[in-house]
Every structure is written in C-alpha cells, then in structure tokens.
C-alpha cells in the first residue's frame, strides 16, 4: 500500500514563492508517475504537473508553466514542486498523486488507481 506525505502549503502574497513536497511510503516509486492535482471550491479537480520518475519526463499545464518546477528524489521516494511568481487563481488545496506503471498523460486524466495524498491548502492573497 503506497502513503504519499505531503507538506510545504500556506498563505503567501502574490508574486511570493511556496515549495511542496510529497513523500512516499511503500514501494520504490521508480515504476510511477507522479504529480500533482488541485481543486478550488465550486471546480473540478485539475491536474496541474506531474514527472516520470524513472526518466524525470514532466508535463505542465498551460497556466502554470515558467511558474512552478518540478523535480524528484528517487533515493529519499520524495518529490518536490517549485512554485514561483503565485498568482490568487493558483489557490487551492493541492493533491499528490501516483500511479504505477503509467505515464503523465494517464494520470493527470484521473488514472482510476491512483494513489492520493491528504490535501495541502496554498492560499495566495491579492
């Protein structure tokens, strides 16, 4: 059974900088693609960024690319996501998500077995 641990969420100003990060218990998470989904009141839930972690193979959505980065440490099964120049849309509640033997395009489509951390909450004030 895979555990994805996140942390890093919070309030910031626009313009201002947050990290999360998503750590997992269980497997090596060399076979997954990881990433993350957010989801604000009243919206779907909306897959933001994801990496493969056995080639760093990444995807952004549009309104986020040139803003956030993200990269992994296979060793500590850790992933780490860079937000920079955030914007009042990019609130939200952040998920991590991971799914075995797929690649970025299958599970930023809501991939059935997927694994979800408990939710970080970034708030970006105007």
């Known amino acids: 059974q895979v555990q994805l641990v996140e942390s890093g969420g919070g309030l910031v100003q626009t313009g201002g900088s947050l990290t999360l990060s998503c750590t997992a218990s269980g497997p090596t998470f060399i076979d997954y693609a990881v990433g993350w989904f957010r989801q604000s009141p009243g919206k779907e839930r909306e897959g933001v960024s994801c990496?493969?972690?056995?080639?760093?193979?990444?995807y952004y959505t549009d309104s986020v690319k040139g803003r956030f980065t993200l990269s992994r440490d296979i060793a500590k099964n850790t992933m780490y996501f860079q937000m920079n120049s955030l914007k009042p849309e990019d609130t939200a509640v952040y998920y991590c998500?991971?799914?075995?033997?797929?690649?970025?395009?299958?599970?930023?489509?809501?991939?059935?077995?997927?694994?979800w951390g408990q939710g970080t909450q970034v708030t970006v004030s105007s």
């Open positions: 990496i493969r972690m056995q080639d760093g193979d990444t």
């Open positions: 998500a991971a799914a075995a033997r797929v690649g970025c395009n299958t599970l930023m489509n809501l991939y059935p077995n997927t694994y």
